[in-house]
């Protein structure tokens, strides 16, 4: 029996010792692949053209990350628009697992789905972070006949209606607070006059060479105009007033009407990210949102924080998600 127990303590130590080198081995693996870092070029993809509000973004993070001494190759902001950001997104999407991809999302990337744009869904990517809202401004010429929400709900409800510009395309944050304000106006908005581009700045040129009599957008694209007495804001889908110079633009709220809309912007990374990369990730956005630039530009484009890590990005998306689901199901761009 001694004999026995001896044998026996001896199999259960060699046991343990093995289970332990496991564990050790394990732990360093982890440990390595906490510690992923990028070993190429990386490409910020956006899903409009130049010069909009989304190259603007990813221009911005660009900057920052630039003067991350830890972070030693380069960045390159790539635009590929087109498909209301399904372009961009399903070239990230394909870059299975890797973390040099990375692309600005926007509400499209939910909305895609349910107008049956493409066939990437959301879940084809992997969520790295949540950056901020803008709320949703309507716009018209300064000096044209719509000079307050009033005057677009009264036109509206006319047999010709006016033509409103909206971006990125449908299903985006534009598109949804116009159908939301056709909605609490009583009004179908499937008899609507809706016209889609690109991006927000070409829906804002169009308006300035009256190709279109109202477009929607974020201050970050507008206000520039709204300054030099170019175009007019005759309201804004926030729940309260913006700060700053554009505090004067009534929301929808005071106007009567309860329309609501923010478009968020996030960071997505392409299918089946890891969480080494996602985690490197979301420690370097994390360091931008902190940052002194970032800040400024939350003033400066009217830019409402509200950051958020890949986990709770992901739960924001399905949220959002079926939100969308309810707001689009009786479009006749509806699935």
């Known amino acids: 029996m001694g004999i026995g127990r001896r044998s026996c303590f001896g199999v259960f130590t060699g046991i343990a010792l093995v289970c332990l080198w496991a564990c050790v081995m394990s732990g360093q693996a982890r440990s390595q692949a906490s510690q992923w870092a990028p070993q190429k070029n990386i490409e910020l993809i956006v899903p ?193 007033r913006i700060g700053g110079a554009q505090s004067v633009i009534p929301t929808w709220k005071e106007q009567g009407l309860d329309v609501v809309e923010g478009n968020w912007r996030g960071i997505v990374g392409p299918k089946n990210l890891d969480q080494p990369e996602t985690a490197y990730w979301n420690s370097r956005l994390a360091a931008v949102v902190n940052s002194a630039e970032w800040a400024d530009s939350l003033e400066r484009y009217y830019w409402d924080a509200d950051y958020a890590d890949s986990a709770t990005s992901r739960k924001f998306l399905d949220a959002r998600y079926e939100e969308l689901r309810a707001t689009l199901a009786t479009l006749n761009l509806g699935k």
Do not use: C
Request: overall charge positive.
């Open 48 to 240: 409009t053209a130049p010069g909009s509000s989304m190259d603007l973004l990813a221009r911005l993070i660009q900057d920052i990350l630039k003067k991350d001494p830890s972070l030693k190759p380069p960045i390159t902001v790539q635009a590929r628009s087109g498909g209301g950001g399904a372009v961009a997104w399903t070239y990230v999407s394909r870059k299975v697992g890797d973390g040099h991809y990375l692309a600005i999302s926007g509400p499209t990337l939910l909305s895609n789905e349910l107008l049956g744009v493409g066939d990437l869904t959301y879940k084809d990517v992997t969520p790295v972070a949540q950056l901020f809202t803008e709320y949703i401004a309507f716009a018209v010429n300064a000096d044209g006949p719509i000079k307050t929400g009033a005057d677009l709900v009264d036109a509206l409800r006319r047999p010709t209606p006016p033509s409103v510009g909206i971006a990125p395309g449908f299903g985006g944050s534009n598109h949804v607070a116009f159908v939301k304000l056709a909605r609490a106006a009583q009004i179908d908005p499937n008899k609507l006059t809706t016209v889609p581009f690109k991006a927000a700045n070409e829906a804002i040129n169009a308006l300035l060479g009256g190709h279109i009599d109202v477009a929607m957008s974020t201050m970050s694209v507008i206000a520039p105009f709204l300054e030099a007495g170019k175009l007019r804001a005759i309201a804004i889908a926030a729940p309260k």
